[in-house]
């Protein structure tokens, strides 16, 4: 059937709905002038509801990343990282966490032998007490510095009176043994300021309990209620169930912060706000999704509260009153602006919209249930779509390579992840065991596939491939220009060819030659690879190394506590032919001696301020976990990554090889 010319959906709809809205302004007209009442309460519980859910989004977004970065917290003291006895280390570990968290004022890190870290910031300052009631009594060792300042100042200070293990915090953490705890809002020892504190507990080790706990200050829940509008002289507080008020309404006398400070944690009928004492009184019994009205200073006014829960023995009440006056005034302007409306014959436009409805609803039906089928997962071709608007055409046309669109794209995804399993599963599942010597490798692609590889291939002593005992290994780390499938193929070329010279015997430079060559055949102008090649020999306890434009190499020689920066030998692989490969003499490592070698991703992290991690920092985190195994050694410096550029998806793939000697 030929359809007639299609009109634009704007004009038939324009042309239909100016009737209908001139048809139905007599009854809005009749409806605003018989419900006002109705009018009023519909108005106010939209009004309240829309409040009350954004003061709930805002408290959610102060207190619920505490929560989470504290059971972030719970799982670094788990695996043992927030030990006391190491205040540096944990200040080198909180004090990021602090920075990020603006809402974190303090943070305490203690057990049941009495000992606690507590890092406080105020403004600029920078407080960390230090408590060992088993070893020091009631001495504690403050130090204090600010932003920028290197040194801190340190000094001892007699605090009797103070036992982490007696603080409320403490004492409900343990009490709930694993569950997050929110004590009730209290005066900090400290800072003296209102707040609340969040805490959890931890397995300390050797049979002890950790807290760690997190101050929040409440000012930052006044500053959310005070800054709210609700109407023209409605107010909005927060309250604990106890009803004590810690987010305090909008009034003149709590501009100035001595007096918001004074007044939080006030009972309402202490407050100097009649209105919030008087709803608190006439707030109903029981819970309530309703408002309901009461009345202060001879007026009446609407009031709906509404439970916030921190923990499930921990609420608090958020309280949204309004004067019935704002809300009339509002009504009044509305109905102003209705009696101006034509009154007009109800039920020609209730025909009218049902002519129009059955115009357009068909060929959107056919729509809705091409998108339906679509999203379970059905992409086969669906019924045809017929109408004379131009824009339903266009919908239909669009959900037709939406359609054929996803069904390629499910497909790449589908190849995508295949291909990234491959990868992966060219990646040595364990390492093998070297006699002297503790092994880590790992690689984290910066997208589905990546641009790096490594290999750890074990050798007896008869050059049999191994996973397990060793007389030698054979190490590899290559870096493909970019990440993607692409540079993934290249570097998973150079690792099947280094795998077949060692099976053919092929010494490190030869086989460094026949990669330079095959890949200058394969890639072109614009593409290379960096690759390190290394042989380590228990017997010798040596390493021999050559790098074809994979740098820095990091060599820590324990023995003089330095580290030796490496470079290069010869260019990246696949560039040129021909090129001079000589291998260097062997490097003996000694007992406490690392080997380390990073691709780009890691040197390369950078922060908000754009600014690279560094050879620098990667030296400074590997010196400063290097009495731990190497497979912790490489945790750290992936976290610590992680760490610096905040946790954001990696720009380039980060790969590393670590080789720690050990003792026989």
Same mark, same amino acid.
């Given at each position: ?15 239909? &709905?100016?009737? $209908? ?73 909180? =004090?990021?966490?602090? %920075? ?20 406080? +910031? ?12 088993? =070893? ?13 300042? +290197?040194?801190?100042?340190? @000094? ?157 023995? %921990? ?27 034509? &009154? ?13 409805? %059955?115009?357009? @609803? ?20 669906? =019924?045809? $779509?017929? @109408? ?15 359609? $054929? ?154 023995? +003089?506590?330095?580290? =030796? ?44 301020? +754009? ?54």
């Amino acid at each position: 059937m030929k359809l007639k010319r299609p009109v634009s959906i704007r004009t038939g709809l324009l042309a239909s &709905l100016l009737l $209908v809205i001139l048809l139905l302004s007599g009854g809005i007209l009749l409806t605003t002038i018989l419900g006002a009442r109705q009018v009023v309460q519909s108005l106010s519980r939209s009004l309240l509801d829309q409040r009350l859910d954004e003061m709930e989004v805002r408290l959610k977004g102060f207190f619920e990343p505490a929560a989470k970065v504290i059971r972030m917290a719970k799982a670094w003291g788990d695996a043992g990282r927030l030990d006391t006895s190491e205040p540096d280390a944990l200040r080198l570990a909180l =004090e990021p966490v602090m %920075r990020q968290y603006p809402q974190i004022t303090s943070l305490m890190v203690a057990d049941d032998r009495g000992r606690e870290f507590m890092l406080l +910031r105020i403004g600029e300052k920078w407080i960390n007490r230090q408590t060992r009631r088993d =070893e020091w009594g009631n001495r504690c060792r403050f130090l204090e510095w600010r932003e920028g300042q +290197r040194k801190p100042v340190v @000094s001892w200070k007699e605090l009797p009176e103070y036992d982490p293990r007696r603080r409320k915090w403490f004492e409900q953490a343990v009490a709930k043994m694993g569950e997050l705890n929110w004590t009730e809002p209290y005066t900090f020892f400290t800072t003296k300021d209102p707040g609340i504190t969040a805490s959890i507990t931890f397995d300390a080790g050797e049979g002890h309990v950790g807290v760690i706990g997190f101050d929040v200050l409440l000012n930052d829940v006044s500053n959310f209620t005070r800054g709210l509008f609700v109407s023209e002289n409605g107010e909005v507080c927060v309250l604990t169930d106890d009803a004590k008020v810690i987010g305090l309404p909008q009034n003149r006398r709590f501009e100035d912060p001595v007096a918001r400070q004074q007044a939080i944690l006030q009972p309402p009928d202490q407050l100097g706000v009649p209105v919030v004492a008087d709803a608190v009184r006439s707030a109903p019994a029981t819970a309530t999704h309703r408002p309901w009205e009461f009345r202060s200073g001879g007026a009446p006014w609407l009031g709906q509260t509404r439970r916030y829960r921190l923990a499930p023995d %921990r609420w608090l009440r958020i309280a949204v009153l309004v004067p019935i006056s704002d809300l009339l005034a509002e009504v009044e302007e509305l109905r102003a602006w209705i009696v101006g409306i034509t &009154l007009v014959v109800l039920v020609l436009a209730v025909v009218q919209a049902i002519l129009l409805a %059955r115009r357009f @609803s068909r060929p959107i039906e056919a729509l809705v249930r091409g998108s339906d089928r679509i999203s379970r997962g059905d992409l086969e071709e669906g =019924e045809p $779509v017929a @109408s004379q608007v131009k824009e339903v055409r266009q919908l239909a046309s669009a959900q037709e390579q939406m359609r $054929v669109s996803l069904r390629t794209l499910l497909k790449l995804e589908r190849d995508m992840q295949l291909a990234r399993q491959i990868q992966q599963d060219t990646w040595p599942d364990t390492l093998p065991r070297l006699q002297g010597f503790d092994l880590a490798a790992s690689s984290q692609p910066a997208d589905e596939t990546g641009g790096d590889t490594y290999d750890v291939i074990g050798l007896t002593g008869d050059g049999v491939v191994t996973n397990g005992e060793a007389d030698r290994a054979v190490l590899l780390v290559a870096d493909a220009t970019g990440h993607g499938i692409g540079p993934a193929l290249s570097v998973t070329q150079v690792r099947a060819m280094l795998r077949m010279a060692l099976r053919t015997g092929t010494g490190l430079a030869a086989t460094a030659r026949q990669l330079n060559e095959q890949l200058c055949q394969d890639l072109d102008a614009m593409r290379f690879v960096t690759a390190w090649l290394a042989v380590l020999d228990a017997k010798d306890r040596t390493l021999t190394t050559f790098s074809a434009g994979q740098a820095p190499l990091l060599h820590y020689v324990a023995a +003089r506590d330095a580290w =030796e920066v490496m470079k290069a030998n010869c260019p990246p692989l696949g560039i040129v032919t021909g090129v001079a490969i000589e291998v260097p003499d062997p490097i003996a490592l000694a007992p406490g001696d690392l080997f380390v070698v990073a691709s780009d991703g890691f040197f390369e992290a950078m922060d908000a301020a +754009r600014e690279e991690f560094g050879t620098e920092r990667v030296q400074a985190v590997l010196a400063e976990h290097r009495a731990r195994p190497a497979a912790e050694i490489l945790m750290a410096l992936r976290a610590a990554a992680d760490a610096y550029t905040e946790g954001a998806p990696p720009e380039d793939d980060r790969t590393a090889v670590i080789v720690k000697a050990i003792a026989d």
